[in-house]
Structure formats: C-alpha cells, structure tokens
C-alpha cells in the first residue's frame, strides 16, 4: 500500500470527526512510516494500557481516553495539560503524567480492639476518647473529582451528556498538588481518607467511653460524630452558610479538586478487657 492510500485510510483508524483530527491522524501514521512514532495509549478506568516501553518514544502521539478516565500531560521540565475522554493527540515530547478515575470512589478502613500498645500506635483507625480509652472504628469515605459546580454529580443521569464530567482545573489540581508525606507520595485517592481519620482522631477527644456507648436510637453517637466530619469536608448547600469561615479540611479539598460526597462511622472497636467487661454485664443482667 502507498503512501497516499496510508493516508486515506488513516482518517478511519480513530473515532474522529473533524477535518483537522483526521489531519492529525494521517501525519501521525505518515511519522510512523518515518520513524517518529510517539507514544500510543489506551486509557480505561483511570489506568493506562501501553506497550512495554511505550512512554519512551518522543514523538508525537495519540491517547485514547475511555468516557470514565481523564489524563495529564508533561514534559521532561513541567506539566502542559489535563484532557477528558476522547482521542488526544500528543505533541513532540509530551508525555503521560498521570491518568485519573472520574467515578465515584470510596475508601475504607477496618477498625480492631486494641490489646496491646503496640496496635494501638499501629492501627490506622485508633484514637484516644477524653477519658483516655483507646477506641477504633470502621471508618469510610466517599469521593469523586470536583466537577466545578455545586450541584450532585452528573454520574450517568443525564443521556445526552456523558456520564462523567471533566473539569480540567480539579484534574490538574490531584496532579499537581502531590502531598507528599515523611517517605511517600499521598496521591488525590489517599487524600480524603487520611483527612477522615485525623478529623475522626480529633472528635473522639471530645467524648467520654460513657457517651460513645449511650445507646439512644434517637441520637447514636457513631451517626452525630459522622454529621458533625460530614459538616467540616463539604462544602454547605445553604447561600447563608457560604460566605462563612471556610475549615482547613475544605481548603486542603478543594486545593486538590476533590469533592467528598458520604462518610461512614460505624462498628465501634474497644479495648478486650473492656469489651469482656461489658459482656459479663450484659450476661448477668440477662441471667
């Protein structure tokens, strides 16, 4: 096959529909056929499927993005851009810097019964009530990418839109913002379950072992703890309650593009001893 029939056929290799992608597309088969192939990448669920090797080609490039993924680009000195779903060419020397996840995520945390001093420093989830007790619970997190409006995400509700919305300023945002810790690099998904577990750490200072274990169907402590974090992460419906001092945890978000939509505190851990305790009670008062 010559080279002009390369070119006629290259414009049906991708899903594209403008005169001007279908342009690219022939000059990027015509700079394979020259030897200046870029890299050429599908992107599905937020991760990338490449070839070995792959992002080591300088060249211009083309990405496949999936509806439910969105990337960054850099280049050996910075960042250049975040793009959405769709077919994304690559200039020369551009390359993948990270692919993201637009759906709806949740992490958790799996509480235990602290028995010695040794878990209760380990243990992601233990903290201190202020009556001294160490406690821990089942904590989780629900988040998504900021989609740049107040309103619920979009999350497939809407047929003639995509089911996932890109917003370019919260994707470059998880990106370039990386927390790093004392030997590691926090990306945007750790974020929110690392600031759950302070916040949840600095609650239960304000409760004694006697008010967790209250056993009110009306006003559970577990449920009251898990409004009052809710309260401090998102960001307030009400236009009265907007113009209020903003908390650090809502700055930190937002500074990252991430939007926090549920958490969840449940299945209070407590100390063995503590436990045995409370069922001997709860065995004699039933004898």
Known sequence: ??????????QF?????????????IRRLIGHLLGERGPVTFVHEGRAI????????RGP??????????????????FTRAAG???????????????????RQERRIQGRPPSSQEEVASAQSMAITRDGI??????????????GHEAEPREGRIPEKPPFEFYAPSVERAVYGHVFGELEDLP?????????????REEIKRWDLSELLRSDPEARPLQLISDALLKRIVPPRDALEQGSHEPQ???????RGVRVLDVRIENLQLPGDIQHERDYHWRESWA
């Open 61 to 78: 490039g083309v990405f496949l993005v999936d509806p439910t993924s969105a990337v960054v680009f850099r280049t050996d000195a910075a």
């Open 134 to 147: 160490p406690v821990s619970a089942d904590l989780s997190v629900t988040f998504i990418l900021d989609p």
């Open 85 to 103: 779903p769709g077919v994304v060419f690559t200039r020369p020397g551009e390359r993948l810097a990270e692919a993201l996840d637009l759906r």
């Open 50 to 57: 490449e070839a070995y090797q792959e992002d080591r080609r």
């Open 13 to 25: 290799v991708l899903p594209v529909e403008s005169w001007h992608d279908r342009w690219l597309v």
């Open 249 to 255: 945890e809502r700055e930190i978000l937002r500074s």
């Open 188 to 200: 945007w998904t750790e974020l929110p379950l690392r600031l759950l577990v302070e916040l949840w």
């Open 1 to 10: 096959m010559c080279i002009r029939d390369r070119a006629l056929a290259a």
